[in-house]
C-alpha cells in the first residue's frame, strides 16, 4: 500500500465517524489550546512590562530609602530615611555617569479642574526629571529652574488628567487646577504613554519640586531619586558610584548596610520576568495534562476500532495484506486524529487570544510554541496510537475473519 493509498484510507475511516472522531481528538485540541494561550499570555505580560518600563525612560535608575524596622518594648516601629537636598546635590556634582538627576516627592490628591475633580497622583520633580524619565511635551511646555526657585504655581499633567479635568489636552492649557486650597496654572500637557501593568503613567499631575514641599506635602524629606545613565554599558558603574556618594553624604560607615536600595531597570525587568516565567511554565504544565488525557482518549477509540473492525483486518489479510500495512493504517489514523486535534488547538489558540487582546488581555502568540505544540500532539498520537495499531497487526487472519 502506498501513501496516497494509506491516506485515502484512513481518511474515509475517520470520516465514515465523524461526530466519534471529533470527540476523540477534543482532548488533544484542549490540551494544544491551553498550552498556547498560556504561553501567550505569559509572552504578552512580558512585552507589557518591557514597554512600561522603556516608557518611564531609558537606561533609569531609582534610588528610593530602605526601611528599617525596630523594636520599643512591645511596639514595632518603622523608620525610613528618606534622601535630602543636600544628597541630591552632593550626587549631582561628584556623578560622572549620569546624564539627568530629579529628586522626587509623590502623593495622591483630589485635584479639581473645570469639568469636575479626579483623584490624581500628585509628583513633585526637578526639571532633569521629564529628560530622566524620557517625557515628552504634547501641549504646551515645561517648567524650568527659574519656577523651581520662585516656587511657582504652575504644572504639567498627564494626558488622561486633562482629558478627565478639561476635557482634552488644548483645552487644559492655561487653565487652573485645584489642589487642597492652592490653585496651579496648566503649562504643559505630557504625550501619553498609556496604561499598563505599571499604572497609568498619564494619570499624573506634575509641579516643581519646592512648590510641592512646601504648597502640597509641607515636608522637607525626599522619597525618590532617580538617575538618566549616559548609556546602558554604564549602568553598573553608575549605581556602584551613586551607592558611594550616596553613603558619604549620609554619613554610612564602611561595613554598614546602606538605608537606601539602587534598582535599575534590568533588574526589575528581570524580576518581573522570572515570576512570570515561572507562573508560565506551571499554567502550561497544568494545561499539558489535557493533552495527555487527550492520548488516553486516542488510544481508547483506537482499540474499540480495532474491535470493530477486526473482520475488516481479516479480510485486508487475507487478500495480501501484510502486519506493516495494518500497523501503519491504524497508527496513522491515529496520528491524523491528534494533528487534526492540533490544528484546530492552534486555531481555537489564536481566536481566543484575539478575542483577549480586544478585551484588553495581553497576549502574544510564539510561532516556536506553536509548532512544538502541534509536534507534540503528533507524537501523542505515535505513542499512544502504537499500542492500538500493534495489536491489529497481530491478529490471525483466520481468528479475524471468524469474529462476529
Known sequence: M???QLLQTCLRSIFRNRMRSLLTSLGVIIGVGS????????????????????????????????????????????????????DIEKLRNESTFANAISAVVQSNSNVTGSLGNASISIQGVEPDFFIARNWTIAEGYFFDNEDLELRNRVAVIGNSSAESLFGDAQSAIGQQIRIGTNYFTVIGVLQSKGAGIMGNQDDVVILPLDTAMTRISNMRNIQQIVVNVISSDYMTA???????????????????????????????????????????????????????????????????????????????????????????????????????????????????????????????????????????????????????????????????????
Open 238 to 404: 553608575a549605581m556602584n558610584e551613586s551607592e558611594q556618594i550616596l553613603r558619604e553624604s549620609r554619613g554610612i560607615q564602611q561595613g554598614a548596610t546602606s538605608d537606601f536600595n539602587i534598582m535599575n531597570q534590568a533588574d526589575m525587568l528581570d524580576m518581573a520576568s522570572e515570576t512570570i516565567g515561572v507562573l508560565t511554565t506551571l499554567l502550561a504544565a497544568i494545561a499539558g495534562v489535557s493533552l495527555l488525557v487527550g492520548g488516553i482518549g486516542i488510544m481508547n477509540i483506537m482499540l474499540v476500532s480495532v474491535t470493530e473492525r477486526t473482520r475488516e483486518i481479516g479480510i485486508r489479510m487475507a487478500v495480501g495484506g501484510r502486519k506493516r500495512d495494518i500497523l501503519m493504517q491504524f497508527l496513522t489514523e491515529s496520528v491524523i486524529l491528534s494533528v487534526m486535534g492540533g490544528l484546530l488547538g492552534v486555531g481555537l489558540a489564536f481566536l481566543a487570544c484575539r478575542l483577549m487582546n480586544m478585551a484588553g488581555v495581553p497576549a502574544a502568540i510564539s510561532p516556536t510554541i506553536v509548532m512544538i505544540s502541534t509536534l507534540f500532539a503528533a507524537s501523542i498520537g505515535i505513542i499512544f496510537g502504537y499500542y492500538p495499531a500493534l495489536k491489529a497487526a497481530k491478529l490471525y487472519p483466520i481468528d479475524a475473519l471468524r469474529y462476529e
Open 35 to 86: 498550552v498556547i494561550i498560556m504561553v501567550a499570555i505569559g509572552e504578552g505580560s512580558q512585552r507589557l512590562i518591557e514597554a512600561n518600563l522603556t516608557a518611564m525612560g531609558t537606561n533609569l535608575l531609582t534610588i528610593t530609602p530602605s526601611r528599617a524596622v525596630s523594636r520599643t518594648g512591645t511596639a514595632m516601629m518603622t523608620r525610613v530615611s528618606s534622601f535630602t537636598k543636600k
Open 2 to 4: 502506498n501513501a496516497i
